[in-house]
Structure formats: structure tokens, C-alpha cells
């Protein structure tokens, strides 16, 4: 059984997808873990066939439309990759309240790691026409509007 009916499967569309950090720690308060995403999205778009419709990175959490051959993997390669480099600058920073949340959040069959940045799943949804794309951007557009 999968853990989620959000699965990515045609990969001619782009898909709406949700990261959010766990325990939605507000990790995105400082320019420098902006871009490490921006920087990662970057790399992805020049390497990776990776194609960037809309953004909004939030304190905690962000959301994208995006398409790629195979965007599943590049998804995954992405949060792993950005999850080691954000671990790096709060270490970098001594940030040691948020390393300690990181440690305590980690689900426990993560084995492989001290710390876990990003929840499991991207929750992605199929954008199948011009009008749910729009709906998608003008969301994560009023996002922030309406977080204040």
C-alpha cells in the first residue's frame, strides 16, 4: 500500500507540490537558506531538465510548480541534497535550538541520519489545465497576503 493517492505518474504535466519542514520549524526566516533551495532549483534547471512555473518559499514550508523527466527522482535528489545543505548552515550558525528540533522530529526509521529537515511526500497534484494552473499561482501568490 502507498502512503499517499499523491503520486507523481504522468510526467508530461507539471505538478503543484507542497515541502514542508517538520514541525514546520521556520527555517526560511534567513536569506542564506533561501537560497540554498533557489541555488538547488538553479542547478536542477541547467543539469536536470528541471522547469520552474511558479514559487513561494515561506518560513516554513514552500510550494513550486514544476515539471522533469523523471521529477519523483529529482524531487527526492532535491530534499535530500538541500536538507544536507541547510543541516550544514544551521551547524555553520551554531544553531543548535533548531538542530535539536531537526534531531527530535526525525522519524525514527531514518536511520541513516541524526537530523530530518523536510516531512515525507510533496503532496503532488497533477496541473491538468490552464484554468488549475492559474488557481495554483494565484494561490501561492495571496500565500504569504494571507499568512500576513
Known amino acids: 500500500m ?16 507542497t515541502w514542508t519542514v517538520v514541525g514546520w520549524l521556520p527555517l526560511f526566516t534567513r536569506r542564506e537558506a533561501v537560497d540554498i533551495i533557489l541555488d538547488s532549483w538553479k ?5 536536470r531538465g528541471f522547469k520552474l512555473f511558479g514559487y513561494v518559499i515561506l518560513e516554513n514550508h514552500l510550494h513550486l510548480i514544476a515539471s522533469a523527466p523523471r521529477l519523483n527522482k529529482v524531487v527526492k535528489d532535491c530534499k535530500s541534497f538541500t536538507a544536507r545543505q541547510l543541516i550544514d548552515l544551521l551547524e555553520k550558525r551554531s ?21 530530518q529537515v523536510w516531512q515525507e ?19 501561492m501568490h495571496n500565500n504569504p497576503l494571507e499568512r500576513g
Open 95 to 115: 544553531a543548535d535550538v533548531h538542530l535539536k528540533q531537526l534531531r527530535f522530529e526525525k522519524l525514527a526509521h531514518k536511520q541513516e541520519s541524526d537530523y
Open 43 to 47: 542547478h536542477l534547471q541547467c543539469n
Open 2 to 17: 502507498t502512503r499517499s493517492r499523491y503520486r507523481i505518474f504522468e510526467l508530461e504535466y507539471p505538478y503543484f507540490l
Open 121 to 139: 511526500g510533496s503532496h503532488p497534484q497533477q496541473i491538468q489545465n490552464d484554468e488549475m494552473m492559474w488557481q495554483k499561482l494565484q494561490y
